[in-house]
């Protein structure tokens, strides 16, 4: 049974940083994807970014391209996502989610693509 568990929201002020983190368990594929989504009050749930977890390929929502990094350490199975230069419209609970029939080639940003999310973290970015 595959779970994800999301970690490392809080408060911070604009301009600040936070890691999130994404750990998987119970995921047998040795390459899959591992994605970022956000949901802020009101509104839909939006693309963050987004990875491999073999070759690292990536892809951002340009909101948040070159302020946001992902990464992954396979060894610990955990996506990590560094949020840098936040901003107060930022503020959204944060999930991560797996994509089992994503590979290297195939890295989805909609969300009907993934099959398993976390319960999700949130950030709060203030004044």
């Known amino acids: 049974q595959v779970q994800l568990a999301e970690s490392g929201g809080g408060l911070v002020q604009a301009g600040g940083s936070l890691t999130l983190s994404c750990a998987a368990s119970?995921?047998?594929?040795?390459?899959?994807?591992i994605g970022w989504f956000r949901q802020a009050p009101g509104k839909e749930r939006e693309f963050v970014a987004c990875?491999?977890?073999?070759?690292?390929?990536?892809n951002y929502a340009d909101t948040v391209k070159g302020r946001f990094t992902i990464t992954r350490d396979s060894a610990k199975n955990t996506v990590y996502l560094q949020m840098n230069s936040l901003k107060i419209e930022d503020t959204a609970v944060y999930f991560c989610?797996?994509?089992?029939?994503?590979?290297?080639?195939?890295?989805?940003?909609?969300?009907?693509?993934?099959?398993?999310w976390g319960q999700g973290t949130q950030v709060t970015v203030s004044s």
């Open positions: 990875t491999s977890t073999s070759r690292h390929t990536t």
């Open positions: 119970g995921v047998t594929f040795r390459t899959y994807v």
């Open positions: 989610a797996a994509d089992l029939e994503g590979s290297d080639y195939y890295i989805a940003s909609a969300a009907s693509d993934y099959d398993y």
